[in-house]
T-cell receptor
Framework: AQKVTQAQTEISVVEKEDVTLDCVYE???????LFWYKQPPSGELVFLIRRNSFDEQNEISGRYSWNFQKSTSSFNFTITASQVVDSAVYFC????????????FGSGTQLTVLP | EAGVTQFPSHSVIEKGQTVTLRCDPISGHDNLYWYRRVMGKEIKFLLHFVKESKQDESGMPNNRFLAERTGGTYSTLKVQPAELEDSGVYFC?????????????FGPGTRLLVL
């Protein structure tokens, strides 16, 4: 069975600090997909990134970067120079390549960026 | 291009009543998913449609929940009769790809409160 763990329930930082959100996953499949979604106060889930299991290259998009390490089953998300608008709940999720393609979510990390 | 839309945004009903939630996926997306997040817990998968067919309904909690997707366009999720533990946020997501390499795009959710 697949599982996603986000051990950090809440994180609070001051604006311009860097912050890393942890995500650890479990799966028996060799082919799988990892995701990060952002849920701002307005409530919708906003897609941020998808990473395939066979591509371990790290990715950077502006102030966001993702570190995928299969050796530790982790897919961590770093926000550089955080801003107040980054305040949200962030969810890590996993799906497998077979017929059951639903997402398995972690419990989410509430990030608060203080001015 | 319009995103996934859900109606209503909020619903407050009494125990024993019936509620119907609607989801309109992104145009052209064959895959439609329902998820829900009950208070303080993870976002959990309910079911998956491919066009008008139920591909996977392993996450449906019990027979009080009925999902339909007539004509393979919009979907409805009916809860009848509603119980207190059904309170939570119901999310709908859609995707275009037919393989596991898909990205699910979420709607804003329907917040259901059963009193």
């Amino acid at each position: 069975a697949q599982k996603v763990t986000q051990a950090q329930t809440e994180i609070s930082v001051v604006e311009k600090e860097d912050v890393t959100l942890d995500c650890v996953y479990e799966t028996r499949d060799t082919t799988y997909y990892l995701f990060w979604y952002k849920q701002p106060p307005s409530g919708e889930l906003v897609f941020l990134i998808r990473r395939n299991s066979f591509d371990e290259q790290n990715e950077i998009s502006g102030r966001y970067s993702w570190n995928f390490q299969k050796s530790t089953s982790s897919f961590n998300f770093t926000i550089t120079a955080s801003q107040v608008v980054d305040s949200a709940v962030y969810f890590c999720a996993l799906s497998e390549a077979g017929s059951a393609r639903q997402l398995t979510f972690g419990s989410g990390t509430q990030l608060t960026v203080l001015p | 291009e319009a995103g996934v839309t859900q109606f209503p945004s909020h619903s407050v009903i009494e125990k024993g009543q019936t509620v119907t939630l609607r989801c309109d996926p992104i145009s052209g997306h064959d895959n439609l998913y329902w998820y829900r997040r009950v208070m303080g817990k993870e976002i959990k998968f309910l079911l998956h449609f491919v066009k008008e067919s139920k591909q996977d309904e392993s996450g449906m909690p019990n027979n009080r929940f009925l999902a339909e997707r007539t004509g393979g366009t919009y979907s409805t999720l009916k809860v009848q009769p509603a119980e207190l533990e059904d309170s939570g946020v119901y999310f709908c997501a859609s995707s275009q790809e037919t393989s596991g390499r898909e990205t699910q795009y979420f709607g804003p959710g329907t917040r259901l409160l059963v009193l």
